[in-house]
């Protein structure tokens, strides 16, 4: 089977999937593929937070755009605009919530910080050890399980190409463009976009590119259905807490905290000592949860570059392919970058700057 497209998009995340559609809209031919089901990776795993007061500040006008998108994806994506406090219990974590959230507060983000009393009012159910809590009615959540689901309808609607099951094993560049080898046959495309989330530097090691991408493996669990506790997405000043319960009374609680296994080994190990402290904490934020039996926890694998900050841009050395990915926050941040990107490929300005993947890594 050989096809010529426009563009060949090598991973069917939220990155991938909003900048085919982005492009298709602005008149390109893309097919997406994956190696699996689209949205298997990152995004359909991860914890579903859409929250501007844990994104870094160089990022806050990405994520403030993002949010727009994700209120206009809505119910399909379980989209939930709740408010979102976020929590000190210590002096120490009281100063860094003040600086960090007054940098935020100063990008733009409306975060405000609460007494304790309007806290308790709006949140009985948290701890009464709270020093100091911040406030953004712009936070919430989606539901990442759904993400596949929604970007497969969407490229349908806009007839877009998409093949799962399909991992690009080599990349051949020549006159023409690109030959991609995959497990249903060649496929060929004057340019490329790989989009390929934690598997990112494997990939553009095809067209013999060194990217920097390191994996994280995150963990989030799910608890058994409960009571309702709490209506809105709590955080804390560390970072190291998400938690929001869900319409079904189940709570999710994520936190960044870290399992075990590499990306080329497939699904990632759950591991105790880790989820412990993490729902220890979760706990200690809301007590009631003490009674909660966790049902499931799970890893997924997101990436990053040694300076934290996005890979989006025209892939260092290699004419026509370029890199999308390592967002921290990717999946707030992405549908919104997936269009900057898509924009970027068609050949006009981009709304904000994009992040070039041939930077020095290590100035910040
Ligand atoms: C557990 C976890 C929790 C998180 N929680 C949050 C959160 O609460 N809020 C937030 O904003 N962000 C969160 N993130 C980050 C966010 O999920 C990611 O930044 C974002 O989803 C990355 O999207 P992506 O499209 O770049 O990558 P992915 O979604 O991983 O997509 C990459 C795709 O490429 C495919 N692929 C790889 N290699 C090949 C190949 N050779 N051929 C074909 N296909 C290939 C993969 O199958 C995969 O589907 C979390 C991440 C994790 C892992």
């Given at each position: 089977?050989?096809?010529?497209?426009?563009?060949?998009?090598?991973?069917?995340?939220?990155?991938?999937?909003?900048?085919?559609?982005?492009?298709?809209?602005?008149?390109?031919?893309?097919?997406?593929?994956?190696?699996?089901?689209?949205?298997?990776?990152?995004?359909?795993?991860?914890?579903?937070?859409?929250?501007?007061?844990?994104?870094?500040?160089?990022?806050?006008?990405?994520?403030?755009?993002?949010?727009?998108?994700?209120?206009?994806?809505?119910?399909?994506?379980?989209?939930?605009?709740?408010?979102?406090?976020?929590?000190?219990?210590?002096?120490?974590?009281?100063?860094?919530?003040?600086?960090?959230?007054?940098?935020?507060?100063?990008?733009?983000?409306?975060?405000?910080?609460?007494?304790?009393?309007?806290?308790?009012?709006?949140?009985?159910?948290?701890?009464?050890?709270?020093?100091a809590a911040s406030y953004c009615p712009e936070d919430g959540y989606a539901n990442s399980s759904l993400t596949g689901q929604y970007f497969r309808g969407r490229l349908q609607d806009a007839v877009v190409p998409y093949r799962e099951g399909c991992p690009v094993t080599a990349v051949a560049r020549n006159a023409q463009g690109f030959e991609l080898t995959t497990a249903q046959g060649s496929i060929w495309a004057t340019r490329l976009l790989l989009a390929a989330g934690a598997w990112l530097k494997p990939v553009a090691a095809m067209l013999g590119v060194d990217l920097p991408v390191n994996a994280r493996i995150n963990t989030v669990s799910v608890t058994e259905r409960m009571l309702p506790l709490t209506s809105t997405v709590i955080g804390h000043a560390?970072?190291?807490?998400?938690?929001?319960?869900?319409?079904?009374?189940?709570?999710?609680?994520?936190?960044?905290?870290?399992?075990?296994?590499?990306?080329?080994?497939?699904?990632?190990?759950?591991?105790?000592?880790?989820?412990?402290?993490?729902?220890?904490?979760?706990?200690?934020?809301?007590?009631?949860?003490?009674?909660?039996?966790?049902?499931?926890?799970?890893?997924?694998?997101?990436?990053?570059?040694?300076?934290?900050?996005?890979?989006?841009?025209?892939?260092?050395?290699?004419?026509?392919?370029?890199?999308?990915?390592?967002?921290?926050?990717?999946?707030?941040?992405?549908?919104?970058?997936?269009?900057?990107?898509?924009?970027?490929?068609?050949?006009?300005?981009?709304?904000?700057?994009?992040?070039?993947?041939?930077?020095?890594?290590?100035?910040?």
């Amino acid at each position: 089977m050989t096809d010529h497209y426009d563009i060949a998009i090598i991973g069917g995340g939220i990155m991938g999937c909003a900048s085919a559609l982005q492009m298709a809209a602005g008149g390109m031919r893309p097919i997406v593929l994956d190696q699996g089901d689209l949205g298997q990776g990152a995004s359909g795993v991860n914890a579903g937070t859409l929250s501007l007061q844990i994104k870094r500040v160089k990022l806050m006008p990405y994520a403030l755009r993002g949010h727009h998108e994700w209120e206009a994806m809505g119910d399909a994506v379980g989209f939930r605009k709740t408010g979102g406090y976020t929590l000190a219990f210590t002096e120490r974590e009281v100063e860094l919530l003040h600086e960090r959230q007054k940098l935020k507060a100063e990008a733009g983000a409306p975060i405000t910080f609460v007494s304790n009393n309007a806290l308790r009012a709006a949140e009985p159910n948290l701890t009464h050890k709270v020093l100091a809590a911040s406030y953004c009615p712009e936070d919430g959540y989606a539901n990442s399980s759904l993400t596949g689901q929604y970007f497969r309808g969407r490229l349908q609607d806009a007839v877009v190409p998409y093949r799962e099951g399909c991992p690009v094993t080599a990349v051949a560049r020549n006159a023409q463009g690109f030959e991609l080898t995959t497990a249903q046959g060649s496929i060929w495309a004057t340019r490329l976009l790989l989009a390929a989330g934690a598997w990112l530097k494997p990939v553009a090691a095809m067209l013999g590119v060194d990217l920097p991408v390191n994996a994280r493996i995150n963990t989030v669990s799910v608890t058994e259905r409960m009571l309702p506790l709490t209506s809105t997405v709590i955080g804390h000043a560390t970072g190291l807490l998400t938690m929001k319960q869900k319409a079904n009374g189940t709570v999710l609680v994520g936190g960044g905290w870290q399992g075990r296994g590499t990306p080329q080994e497939g699904r990632g190990e759950v591991m105790a000592e880790t989820v412990k402290p993490n729902m220890a904490l979760a706990q200690f934020a809301l007590p009631a949860l003490a009674k909660a039996r966790v049902l499931r926890s799970w890893t997924g694998f997101e990436a990053n570059v040694p300076d934290f900050y996005p890979l989006a841009g025209a892939l260092p050395g290699v004419e026509d392919a370029f890199v999308l990915g390592c967002v921290r926050g990717g999946y707030t941040i992405g549908p919104y970058i997936g269009k900057l990107m898509g924009d970027f490929i068609l050949g006009r300005e981009p709304d904000l700057p994009l992040f070039d993947p041939g930077r020095d890594f290590h100035e910040d």
